[in-house]
């Protein structure tokens, strides 16, 4: 099956500094979700990107699907302590299909 | 609008008893889903039901087994219990119109197995 890499596994950043995550598949997606798991929570869903180039703001989140529609990635300006947590990628199969989730990026953020 | 619920919240068993998770699906949504995350690790898909059948399954053994009720709530059964079977559990819910909103996660159940 489908399976997706996520970079970097872990960063620790200063409050106010930016954060950056990228999913990457070696095969085209037909979309992609995106998902925030808080410490001892469970996954959030933030958003969906299903065009090629696709670009979709969510306040400080920027989320991009790629050209290729073969990697995507997630952008926060500058950070809070509110956006520490774990950020997932996942691929959807079908509608209302299983999700196969990345590895995930865990953010840290210090004041 | 009461999201998923999941009970019981935390868990202990012992090696080879058996266990059952309990699950209500998001109001309006018919489609459960069941994912295992082990500590650090993404979640892993184990079935998924709709319509009170297995539609899907991920690569779990037959010892994972499920139910749908016709209320839509959801159970996951794990048979012969080993150490490494110690994970949260998540259930998640959606429905077939639905599917760029997302799924919606429940609090999970914490299971240990000492």
């Known amino acids: 099956g489908q399976q997706v890499m996520q970079i970097p596994q872990y960063q620790h950043v200063q409050e106010g500094e930016d954060f950056t995550t990228y999913c990457n598949s070696s095969t085209t997606l037909s979309n992609i979700q995106w998902y925030k798991q808080r410490p001892g929570g469970h996954p959030v869903f933030l958003i969906q990107?299903?065009?090629?180039?696709e670009v979709k703001k969510q306040k400080r989140l920027t989320f991009q699907f790629g050209e290729a529609k073969k990697n995507s990635s997630l952008h926060i300006t500058a950070t809070q302590t509110t956006d520490v947590g774990t950020y997932f990628c996942a691929l959807r199969a079908g509608t209302a299909s299983k999700l196969t989730f990345g590895t995930g990026t865990r953010l840290q953020v210090t004041l | 609008d009461a999201g998923v619920t999941q009970s019981p919240t935390h868990l202990i068993k012992t090696r080879g008893q058996q266990v059952t998770l309990r699950c209500s699906p998001k109001s309006g949504h018919d489609t459960v889903s069941w994912y295992q995350q082990a500590l650090g690790q993404g979640p892993q898909f184990i079935f998924q039901y709709y319509e009170e059948e297995e539609r899907q399954r991920g690569n779990f053994p037959d010892r994972f087994s499920g139910h749908q009720f016709p209320n839509y709530s959801s159970e996951l059964n794990v048979n012969a219990l080993l150490l490494g079977d110690s994970a949260l559990y998540l259930c998640?819910?959606?429905?077939?119109?639905?599917?760029?909103?997302?799924?919606?996660f429940g609090s999970g159940t914490r299971l240990t197995v000492v």
């Open positions: 990107l299903v065009k090629s180039g």
């Open positions: 998640a819910s959606t429905t077939p119109g639905q599917g760029r909103e997302g799924y919606t």
